[in-house]
């Protein structure tokens, strides 16, 4: 019998920054249980930590004795064999580990999290001679024989002491507590109480009527009955009490509570719990769409391309209907049985397109970002893995989800930044992951916008995708006129107020008038960038960061918008003793403070970061600007693109400059996509639009570029630049970021490593060691290293394997130790 006994083992993905997975050996009773993509519980040192079995196997490993697994949690996989093979890749793409793949692809819902609990020793005998007891002691044993087990929580509750540490220590030291883990999963289901007649009343013949009879006297506890009988139908159809109805519908109104309670106990209803869903989407009323004839056009051309090519890029100027041709596709491909992705890149883009999508799709649309709660995200999470949500509307952390039938994957304001993620990581950018996800799957992807980014416009015009374009406004609209406003002659003149032009002034006004709304772009959130001590030049800076404090009005402090550290205005300077300071520049604070003064009859909402931190802001201020009760509304980046306002007649773009002149290779691109999509914004019905840009240099030609929305002007011309100069997309980039507390550290650190890999590179393909504009972030200083690779000549899995040894070698120096190095492909 034991010749026939297999050990077997699996190894486990945990989410921890290690670049290997760990293996365990299955105990026998869960042996022939287990399968790949199950949740397994491990011991990892110290720490029981939530694992994926990523293979089962019966090899020993070699280096060490593997443990024991604690304890398998799922009867189904959380992940598919799809998702395996992308964790995989993203892990080698953007170099990092799995385990850090891993922590960002599942929500956090799906992990387990553990709980201290105290109880008593197995072998704990209270007659014991010797042992002597306090009070509070007594009254925590008392409590453990009938409660057998606590948390610390309830414990100190209990005692009604606030540190019960002190205490626990003297029992364990008796040996009278142990103190163990409970492990639980975080995400639990939703769950109602429901309420029911017994089903006695209802099997016998004229029961009911009895009851009536015999509940004369009672007058509370027949109102609750005739109260559930009109709330459930049971004379039309007596199965339907078997559902019951919602204890809290039956309640609400005003009913006693004290005669429900007798009605249960006396075995009239009874009570029972169902499982609901936290997410839900009212049932949509399938509205047709109709599309215009250059629409159709489209549509047509985009179907005959996604049968011939795997991606192709719709690029469509503002307000041409995009979205609506969208939407025809998606039913194409829900009609086929196939799951639709829908990505946005920004949370506030959902809150108007989910209103769209629900009057066309109803609640087969399931919605997955951040401003849900936990519990949500894992109900869409197994709603995609159940078919329960064929279509997904999500940023970007959406490509993450359990899809087994994807088709089509659409990638809306592909060229946004916010589709890439930063840190930690993987520092992974959604447009490329979806390219990769729609290869796992063999299904189609349509990138759209109304100013492609150059990689995939390039891309498209050498027929790498397919490529259509819709060079008209949906029905009777036409492109906004674009004005520009000489900011350095209004300072000349004396006609600035605050950082207002006169003519921006006036055509707000006129436009608060004529009941139209307007939009105003800055994109800086905050007060005023910093504040200054007039007498001796005294700028706050933060403590853990190297750049200057922002000035919050509102909340009346500075704060640093890297680490959120916050430090109070000083009254006097503190280094001259000044009560000279003033603030610098402005941002949407601002902006939103001065329009109180200069327009004290308009009504201004403002959009940014600081405003938006709650879970229905977003849906709250897009709804007051929806239904007119907003006149002007303030925002930063957010406000820019996709969103659809039938009254907006003017925008203005308060700052152009500070958008043109930033030390990028893209900044020219950037300030392009940005001003033209703000600018789309405007006169997006039958009413033409206006955009007024405040600059100190109306005769930059990327203005002349904007006036004539002439996209491929700025595409030839940088392009052509970025071919002279090898950026990206005749080039791909990887930046190297070295941190370390100590500045001269940071600085060795980056130099022995670009001369180690220097050899293997080239000298052509290295720019640095650099130290950034902003060379301290959360008492780390930065130094980065710009690695540039000719695309199709170079072998990109050899140059990542170099670097990454390298890094490894250079950390385990003795001096190096505490440093960082982390990898970022393809930064935007």
């Known amino acids: 019998m034991s010749g026939d006994h297999k050990t077997v083992f699996v190894d486990v993905l945990l989410p921890v920054p290690v670049p290997r997975y760990f293996t365990y050996q299955v105990p026998d009773h869960l042996t022939g249980q287990l399968e790949f993509g199950f949740r397994v519980i491990v011991q990892f040192g110290r720490k029981i930590l939530t694992g994926i079995i990523w293979n089962i196997h019966e090899k020993t490993p070699e280096h060490y004795k593997a443990r024991y697994l604690l304890d398998s949690i799922d009867q189904d996989p959380v992940i598919s064999p799809p998702q395996k093979k992308l964790f995989e890749w993203l892990a080698e793409y953007y170099m990092c580990t799995p385990g850090e793949v891993m922590n960002a692809a599942l929500p956090t819902g799906l992990k387990l999290s553990s709980e201290s609990k105290i109880q008593l020793h197995p072998e704990f005998n209270p007659d014991r001679t010797g042992l002597t007891f306090s009070d509070t002691e007594w009254e925590l044993i008392k409590s453990l024989e009938f409660d057998k087990s606590l948390t610390y929580p309830q414990a100190a509750k209990i005692l009604d002491i606030k540190n019960i540490y002190h205490v626990l220590k003297s029992l364990l030291h008796k040996e009278v507590v142990i103190l163990f883990e409970e492990i639980r999963e975080k995400y639990q289901p939703k769950k109602e109480k429901m309420v029911r007649i017994v089903n006695g009343f209802l099997e016998e013949e004229n029961a009911l009527e009895g009851l009536f009879e015999t509940l004369e006297k009672h007058p509370k506890q027949v109102d609750i009955l005739l109260t559930y009988l009109k709330l459930v139908p049971i004379y039309d159809d007596p199965g339907i009490n078997r559902k019951g109805v919602s204890k809290s519908i039956l309640l609400k109104n005003d009913l006693s509570r004290s005669s429900y309670e007798t009605l249960k106990k006396n075995g009239i209803l009874e009570e029972f719990e169902i499982t609901t869903p936290r997410f839900t989407l009212p049932e949509g009323d399938h509205h047709r769409i109709v599309l215009s004839e250059e629409q159709e056009i489209a549509r047509k051309h985009l179907s005959g391309l996604l049968g011939r090519k795997e991606t192709v890029l719709l690029h469509g100027i503002t307000g041409s209907g995009k979205t609506e041709i969208y939407l025809t596709l998606i039913q194409e491909y829900l009609e086929q049985g196939k799951q639709v992705l829908y990505l946005l890149p920004e949370i506030a883009l959902t809150t108007q397109i989910v209103e769209r999508l629900i009057g066309v799709f109803g609640t087969i649309m399931g919605v997955y970002h951040s401003k849900y709660s936990d519990n949500e995200r894992v109900e869409v999470w197994h709603g995609v893995r159940t078919g329960r949500f064929q279509l997904v509307l999500g940023v970007r952390s959406a490509v993450f989800l359990p899809f087994d039938r994807l088709g089509l994957i659409i990638i809306d304001e592909e060229q946004e930044n916010s589709f890439k993620q930063t840190e930690p990581a993987p520092r992974y950018h959604a447009r490329d992951t979806a390219l990769y996800l729609s290869f796992l799957h063999g299904s189609k992807t349509l990138l759209g916008s109304a100013t492609p980014s150059l990689e995939s416009y390039y891309l498209a015009k050498n027929s790498k995708y397919g490529y259509v374009q819709l060079k008209k406004r949906y029905g009777p609209a036409v492109l906004p006129e674009i004005r520009l406003v000489n900011i350095r002659l209004e300072r000349k003149n004396k006609t600035l107020k605050s950082n207002f032009s006169t003519e921006l002034l006036q055509e707000l006004e006129k436009t608060c008038k004529r009941g139209k709304q307007s939009i105003l772009f800055q994109n800086r959130r905050g007060y005023s960038p910093f504040v200054i001590c007039d007498d001796c030049g005294w700028i706050p800076q933060c403590r853990q960061c190297s750049v200057s404090l922002t000035y919050h009005m509102y909340s009346d402090d500075l704060r640093c918008h890297y680490c959120g550290f916050k430090n109070h205005i000083p009254a006097a300077c503190p280094a001259c003793g000044s009560t000279k300071i003033r603030t610098v520049g402005f941002g949407t604070e601002k902006i939103e403070d001065d329009l109180k003064i200069y327009l004290p009859e308009a009504r201004l909402k403002r959009m940014d970061l600081d405003t938006t931190r709650s879970r229905y802001s977003y849906q709250k201020i897009l709804h007051a600007f929806d239904s007119g009760e907003t006149d002007i509304l303030i925002g930063t980046q957010m406000i820019t693109k996709g969103l659809d306002f039938g009254l907006v007649t003017l925008v203005g773009i308060m700052d152009a400059d500070r958008m043109m002149y930033f030390p990028d290779f893209r900044s020219a691109e950037k300030a392009f996509q940005m001003i033209v999509q703000v600018s789309g914004r405007a006169g997006r019905r039958d009413e033409k639009g206006m955009v007024l840009i405040q600059t100190s240099n109306p005769d930059h030609e990327l203005f002349e570029w904007v006036r004539q929305n002439d996209y491929e002007k700025m595409a030839a011309v940088e392009l052509q630049e970025r071919k ?58 930065l130094f980065h290293i710009l690695i540039k690779l000719e695309r199709d000549k170079v072998n990109l899995q050899y140059v990542k394997s170099l670097l990454y040894d390298i890094s490894i070698q250079i950390l385990n120096v003795r001096d190096f130790k505490s440093g960082r190095i982390h990898f970022n492909v393809d930064p935007v």
């Open 724 to 781: 002279n100069y090898g950026y990206p997309p005749f080039t791909r980039i990887i930046d190297i970021i070295i941190r370390h507390k100590d500045r001269e550290t940071a600085r060795k650190i980056a130099q022995v490593y670009t001369n180690e890999i220097r050899p293997g590179l080239g000298e052509g393909r290295i720019l640095g060691p650099e130290e950034p504009l902003i060379s301290k972030i959360r008492n780390e200083y």
